[in-house]
């Protein structure tokens, strides 16, 4: 078999799914071709939190992750608010009074560059509470809670330790597979075409080679292979910096509805130790692999409540390994038995009715994926060397959020348009610069993940 194609995209997830949209969709390009090799949506994008959020620190993701929203909510207007989106918020608490100063300081930072109103409590304004109403119906700003008490009248679910927290309104979740069904039906309709097939080898000119011998002939080609981006980039000759660090979220079944529905995504700021009866301390001592779970951990455990679940990530907890990541995942990833119970404890340092489900963690689902990181923690958009190639890749923890407006600067790479402010930032051209790498250390893999 052999076919013709203008473009073809290398990529199912969300992010080839947005891809195939804007390009077929909103730019109304014919001749669309999307490859992939599993089930659409299967992979990564199957494993997310489905979080957004509209807090970052540096001004590219503002902008970046701004626009994506602003997409996100035309998507969700266009599908009839058939996508799931939702804007309870992610809800920022802390038990130390430094962490508390420097929650404010960010707040009224916030609020100075036009992130919307900020209300203190106590104070003179009310707070509204997050509904399940919509997105369109949620206050814009932010809400900071400076006493506890006041905090967990708002939030009883909290621990008494907690002094106070930051609600930044602009941010909820939403249904990563309808939106990405949305996406990839709407492209089709538009003439677009998805294959099922892996992509093996791409020739000059483009001659795009199938698992099986079938050929793909196009002027064009888009990499959105998601973790598999060094892979994919290797049969254009190209090794874009991109590693692949492992995250895990736990499924933690809630029949006491701990945490009640509506609540915002909720982050625990402060390191904390967690309690272990003797027996389980011994156990964990005597593991090389499992003894640090006796330390002081870092701070951000965090949960949202799916349907009767509640889901724990604790993203800047390593997985054994992430330090140096991998350019091969392997599939299925293999997590760490522990962490469920680990997960547990942690959130129960937050909101202690958790504590009725210690133990539990052995029958707790452990699922998760590969970020696709570059080593500044921003994504990987624009030209590759190749004329006519381009990648849309290294979305990290944000590719569910940050999707829109990947495809949306991809498509107007391809098209040769006008490009937006932040696109030289994210364009892999950057990289070609020693010296901007040479100025990143490993702290910047991490800079916005929380
Ligand atoms: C535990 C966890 C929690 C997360 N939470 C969030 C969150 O709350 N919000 C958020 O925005 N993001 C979140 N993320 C990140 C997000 O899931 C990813 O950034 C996003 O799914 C990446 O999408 P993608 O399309 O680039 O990759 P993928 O979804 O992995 O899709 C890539 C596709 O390319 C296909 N492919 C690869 N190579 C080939 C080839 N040679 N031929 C054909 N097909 C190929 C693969 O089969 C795959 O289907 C989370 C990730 C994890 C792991």
Redesign the pocket.
């Known amino acids: 078999m052999s076919g013709r194609a203008a473009i073809v995209i290398?990529?199912?997830?969300?992010?080839?799914a947005a891809t195939a949209y804007h390009l077929a969709v909103r730019q109304k390009i014919r001749g669309v071709t999307l490859?992939?090799?599993?089930e659409p949506?299967?992979?990564?994008?199957a494993?997310?939190?489905?979080?957004?959020r509209q807090w970052w620190p540096g001004a590219t993701m503002r902008r970046f992750i701004g626009r994506s929203i602003d997409l996100l909510e035309e998507v969700s207007a266009a599908s009839g608010e058939a996508v799931g989106v939702e804007r309870q918020g992610y809800l920022f608490v802390t038990g130390d009074a430094a962490e508390a100063a420097r929650l404010g300081a960010e707040a009224e930072a916030a609020a100075a560059r036009g992130e919307g109103p900020l209300r203190v409590h106590p104070g003179g304004e009310r707070y509204t509470a997050p509904g399940r109403s919509g997105w369109r119906e949620a206050p814009a700003g932010l809400d900071l809670f400076t006493s506890g008490a006041r905090l967990r009248a708002s939030f009883p679910f909290l621990c008494e330790e907690a002094i106070a927290g930051l609600h930044v309104r602009r941010c909820g979740f939403l249904d990563a597979q309808r939106l990405g069904r949305f996406l990839l039906g709407e492209a089709t309709r538009a003439g677009a075409e998805v294959l099922r097939?892996?992509?093996v080898g791409v020739e000059d000119g483009f001659k795009v080679r199938l698992e099986g011998g079938a050929e793909i002939g196009c002027e064009k080609l888009v990499l959105?292979?998601?973790?598999?981006l060094a892979a994919?980039a290797a049969m254009l000759g190209a090794a874009p910096p991109v590693r692949c660090e492992l995250?895990?979220?736990v499924h933690i079944p809630d029949p006491a509805r701990v945490a009640p529905e509506g609540a915002p995504l909720t982050i625990w700021q402060d390191p904390v130790r967690l309690g272990w009866s003797a027996a389980e301390a011994a156990a964990l001592a005597s593991s090389p692999t499992e003894r640090r779970w006796l330390e002081v951990l870092p701070g951000g455990a965090h949960f949202r409540r799916r349907g009767a679940d509640l889901l724990g990530?604790w993203t800047t907890l390593k997985e054994e390994g992430a330090e140096e990541g991998t350019t091969r995942p392997e599939f299925p990833p293999v997590f760490d038995p522990w962490f469920a119970e680990v997960m547990i404890r942690g959130l129960a340092r937050l909101v202690p009715g958790v504590a009725a489900y210690f133990g539990a963690g052995p029958r707790c689902r452990i699922d998760?994926?590969?970020?696709c990181k570059a080593p500044d923690n921003l994504p990987l958009i624009g030209a590759l060397p190749t004329a006519g190639a381009y990648v849309v890749?290294a979305?990290?923890?944000?590719?569910?959020?940050?999707?829109q407006a990947a495809a949306e600067l991809v498509t107007a790479h391809v098209l040769e348009r006008p490009l937006p402010d932040y696109a030289g930032a994210l364009a892999p051209a950057r990289f070609a610069d020693p010296s901007y790498a040479a100025g990143l250390d490993q702290a910047a893999l991490r800079i916005g993940q929380l």
């Open positions: 290398v990529g199912g997830g969300m992010v080839g490859v992939e090799a599993g949506l299967g992979l990564t994008s494993m997310g939190t489905e979080a957004y097939g892996r992509v959105a292979p998601g973790p598999m994919a995250h895990a979220k990530i998760g994926g590969y970020y890749g979305l990290s923890g944000f590719g569910i959020m940050g999707a």
